[in-house]
């Protein structure tokens, strides 16, 4: 018998476009890699919401931003 645990980790790449959540927290520690994935996330049809949160963890600057998509109330849903 297998074990199969389905397990979403966080380092996922985005859901595929018909699977596109309406809003995204992206958030990571700032450096290229987040600013690449607030980009990516642009480009994709998503638009910015807010500004920026920036905390400190004691080791380095942290960085979250918001981002939604515009469309059809149909958007994916996925439960958590």
């Known amino acids: 018998m297998s074990d199969s645990t389905d397990v979403t980790d966080a380092t996922d790449p ?23 994935r607030v980009s ?3 480009a994709d049809g998503y638009r910015l919401w ?7 963890n004691g080791e380095r600057v942290i960085v979250a931003q918001a981002v939604v998509l515009d469309g059809p109330a149909t958007a994916a849903v996925v439960p958590a």
Not at 50 to 56: D, N, Q, R, S, Y
């Open 14 to 36: 985005a859901p595929a476009a018909d699977e596109r959540l309406r809003y995204r927290l992206l958030s990571g520690p700032d450096d290229r890699a987040f600013c690449e």
């Open 40 to 42: 990516a996330a642009l």
């Open 50 to 56: 807010g500004g920026p949160a920036v905390t400190f």
